[in-house]
């Protein structure tokens, strides 16, 4: 039997259990500092072995920061949903040693879609990025197994 949870617990646990299995976030030393229904907040130190030819933080590493905190708001509710479409704009760079926040929220959520943006900051709170990601729900499918009572 599964524990009856409130909106904010079940966003914790599903935060829990989908980073013990998100290899890629935890690869690149990304903490989810913040979880809610339909928000997250994940953080990123930019490290010597994510900068680009520029020295500069790689476009990439900061799409997978903003598509990570994407994810965890996304799933919030523990049903299992998956990104149908990305967009994002770099503003500024990010350094080595910044620690970059990516902020998501939801901002519309119907049936089966879902929009959701993304602010991408640096520690002096410089706009970085700014990400919009469209989700796609799977009915009925929990996005993680949660443990019974």
């Known amino acids: ?8 617990q079940l966003a914790e646990q599903v935060r829990a259990l989908m980073l013990e299995n998100d290899r890629a976030t935890r690869a690149l030393g990304m903490q989810v500092t913040a979880i809610g229904p339909g928000r997250a907040t994940v953080t990123m130190t ?5 900068l680009n030819g520029h020295a500069t933080c790689h476009g990439g590493m900061i799409t997978t920061l903003a598509d990570s905190a994407f994810a965890f708001a996304c799933n919030a509710g523990n049903e299992l949903t998956v990104a149908s479409g990305v967009t994002i704009d770099f503003v500024a ?3 080595e040693g910044d620690v970059l926040t990516a902020q998501a929220r939801e901002v519309q959520q119907a049936g089966r879609t879902g929009v959701y943006d993304v602010d991408v900051h640096n520690q002096r709170g ?5 990400f919009r990601g469209r989700s796609y729900r799977m009915k009925g499918k929990p996005a993680v197994d949660l443990p019974s009572a």
């Open 1 to 8: 039997m599964t524990p009856t949870l409130d909106p904010q």
């Open 93 to 95: 760079p990010g350094r």
């Open 46 to 50: 930019v490290r010597a072995d994510m």
């Open 126 to 130: 410089e706009l970085v990025a700014v």
